[in-house]
């Protein structure tokens, strides 16, 4: 399965952002999906997931009640949408996917996208 993200860039604190990911060449509900972060030094960690079928999904501490995961199965698109975002939030989001694994799906990675977040 190819993942591309989007949707990446400079935003002020407090403001929201919305990423997105293009899921193309394998069966689309087949796969459980996922975000994760790294940031300058850190290792990658994981920000959310979503099931196969869209019905479960999770969240890091950190992030939870103010990000959202979805996902569109008529377009093969997975979303992420981020609101009051803080400079703690800049990083390399990546999109990742399992066909396993719902909890931590990064059996697969893409190239990821910048977020920035300035105070």
């Known amino acids: 399965v190819k993942l591309e993200e989007s949707g990446g860039g400079l935003v002020q604190a407090g403001g929201s952002l919305t990423l997105s990911c293009s899921v193309s060449?394998?069966?689309?509900?087949?796969?459980?999906m996922g975000w994760y972060r790294q940031s300058p030094g850190e290792n990658r960690n994981f920000v959310s997931a979503?099931?196969?079928?869209?019905?479960?999904?999770h969240y890091a501490d950190s992030v939870k009640g103010r990000f959202t995961i979805s996902r569109d199965s008529a377009t093969r698109m997975i979303y992420l949408q981020m609101n009051t975002l803080e400079p703690e939030d800049t990083a390399v989001y990546y999109c990742?996917?399992?066909?396993?694994?719902?909890?931590?799906?990064?059996?697969?990675w893409g190239q990821g996208t910048q977020v920035t977040v300035s105070a």
């Open positions: 990742t996917a399992s066909k396993t694994d719902y909890t931590t799906p990064d059996d697969c």
């Open positions: 060449g394998d069966s689309f509900s087949d796969y459980a």
């Open positions: 979503i099931s196969w079928d869209g019905l479960h999904t």
